[in-house]
């Protein structure tokens, strides 16, 4: 029996298909369900599988329906698709289907084809990245931060906080009228040298003493990421717990054996050195490849499948999310900030997908492939990475569909240093 089969080009890469399967194969699919349901389940009066098939039908109809549509829907769809040589590059959504025994099942659905890449122009790109000289200034900046970072904190008694003080309180805040009413009591830290802290709380706060209580207001910005913030203002109340003061241990010979497997000083300086000249490097590497990538994008014009956008977008979305404070977690306010993070995030999905896709076009024209050997390197770091053993991490990884979305992504790297070594930077 032959499925009837009809494909609509909707827009772009997004295809529509519909596909009827023939009355006598869904007559005969009820037949088989009803009879395997016949055979497992019991019903008063009878023996397990001895009760009238015609029983169990009247009983089970909706399961035996349920069966006979997981069943046939993504078979008949599968090799619909099959037959017309398409292949979805996300699984097909289902739009309707109409089931019924003694007639055609009728089954729709939507789904996105890869679009087609005419790749060119990508061997003679010129690009400007600039490489930052590591100075001597920059190596004594590490050395202070390093140096902060080692601070010991003091208490400290009998005055009022000054500036570069590290403070411990408790902090509640509330809609502007009603400061404290939620998030009450809750302690903070606060680093007066911190160049993130709210100017709001670097100006009120100086000149407090310990067991004090100001309340100070913040005024939001109506862009702030946090929706529940945005456009509002709020009160903070701040009670004074500890005042601290940091003491610097010095620069010297016993620091540098303190921090890490250093004789002397002069040995971390040029270890620091040594450092900032690979991130500088690293620096300049990720702005070249940027400009490469730019050029690429901008010189190409493709359809993006709203699926593969859709999935970028909503992976990115969630990753925005994970970086946003919530100060009261709730469903309403947890739908408006996601909301508000696909609507900021949808350029740059749209950008990462056609990346993806004209990355992996320079890859398949120039023949460039990834080794097993290289899959299993780069699967030897993340497993020690994650403190996990690299059949652990593989079984699991092949278990989520994650290790081709892996391959995929090297290769993608790969076809991006094939681009850096072919094109001229200056």
């Known amino acids: 029996m032959e499925l009837r089969v009809k494909v609509q080009n909707v827009k772009g890469c997004r295809r529509r298909i519909e596909v009827e399967v023939p009355a006598e194969e869904v007559r005969e699919a009820f037949r088989g369900a009803a009879s395997r349901w016949a055979r497992s389940v019991r019903i008063t009066g009878f023996r397990k599988g001895k009760a009238p098939i015609?029983?169990?039908?009247?009983?089970?109809?909706?399961?035996?329906?349920r069966e006979v549509g997981d069943r046939l829907i993504p078979d008949r769809l599968g090799k619909a698709l099959q037959s017309e040589r398409l292949e979805p590059i996300q699984d097909p959504v289902l739009e309707s289907y109409e089931l019924k025994e003694g007639s055609a099942l009728i089954i729709r659905a939507v789904f996105d084809i890869a679009p087609e890449i005419r790749i060119s122009g990508y061997k003679d790109l010129r690009v400007t990245a600039t490489r930052k000289a590591v100075t001597g200034e920059a190596v004594e900046e590490s050395l202070r931060f390093l140096q902060k970072r080692a601070a010991r904190f003091l208490p400290v008694e009998g005055r009022p906080v000054e500036p570069g003080d590290f403070l411990v309180g408790a902090l509640s805040g509330g809609l502007e009228g009603k400061p404290?009413?939620?998030?009450?009591?809750?302690?903070?830290?606060?680093?007066?040298?911190?160049?993130?802290?709210?100017?709001?709380?670097?100006?009120?706060?100086?000149?407090?003493?310990?067991?004090?209580?100001?309340?100070?207001?913040?005024?939001?910005?109506?862009?702030?990421?946090?929706?529940?913030?945005?456009?509002?203002?709020?009160?903070?109340?701040?009670?004074?717990?500890?005042?601290?003061?940091?003491e610097l241990?010095?620069?010297?010979?016993?620091?540098?054996?303190?921090?890490?497997?250093?004789?002397?000083?002069?040995?971390?300086?040029?270890?620091?050195?040594?450092?900032?000249?690979?991130?500088?490097?690293?620096?300049?590497?990720?702005?070249?490849?940027?400009?490469?990538?730019?050029?690429?994008?901008?010189?190409?014009?493709?359809?993006?499948?709203?699926?593969?956008?859709?999935?970028?977008?909503?992976?990115?979305a969630e990753e925005a999310l994970r970086h946003m404070k919530f100060q009261d977690w709730d469903r309403q306010r947890a739908r408006a900030q996601y909301d508000q993070a696909l609507e900021q995030q949808r350029p740059a999905a749209e950008k990462g997908v056609k990346a993806t896709?004209?990355?992996?076009?320079?890859?398949?024209?120039?023949?460039?492939?990834?080794?097993?050997?290289?899959?299993?390197?780069?699967?030897?770091?993340?497993?020690?990475?994650?403190?996990?053993?690299?059949?652990?991490?593989?079984?699991?990884?092949?278990?989520?569909?994650?290790?081709?979305?892996?391959?995929?992504?090297?290769?993608?790297e790969k076809a991006l240093d094939f681009l850096m070594r072919n094109v001229k930077i200056s």
């Open 249 to 316: 241990p010095a620069l010297d010979d016993p620091f540098a054996r303190e921090v890490g497997s250093f004789d002397s000083l002069e040995d971390l300086r040029q270890a620091v050195r040594k450092d900032l000249e690979k991130e500088a490097e690293k620096a300049w590497q990720g702005e070249a490849r940027r400009e490469i990538l730019d050029q690429v994008l901008a010189r190409h014009k493709i359809d993006l499948p709203e699926s593969m956008v859709q999935a970028e977008l909503h992976s990115r």
């Open 54 to 65: 015609a029983m169990v039908r009247r009983k089970f109809a909706q399961e035996i329906e």
């Open 180 to 246: 404290g009413e939620k998030a009450a009591g809750q302690t903070v830290t606060l680093d007066l040298e911190d160049e993130d802290l709210l100017p709001e709380f670097r100006s009120a706060i100086p000149g407090m003493e310990v067991g004090q209580e100001r309340v100070f207001s913040v005024t939001y910005p109506a862009a702030h990421p946090d929706a529940g913030l945005a456009g509002k203002r709020i009160e903070y109340r701040f009670q004074l717990r500890e005042i601290k003061k940091r």
């Open 357 to 412: 896709l004209l990355l992996e076009a320079i890859a398949s024209r120039e023949g460039i492939d990834v080794a097993e050997k290289e899959m299993n390197e780069r699967l030897r770091e993340e497993a020690a990475r994650q403190k996990r053993t690299v059949a652990a991490l593989k079984e699991e990884m092949n278990r989520q569909g994650r290790w081709n979305a892996l391959k995929r992504a090297v290769l993608r």
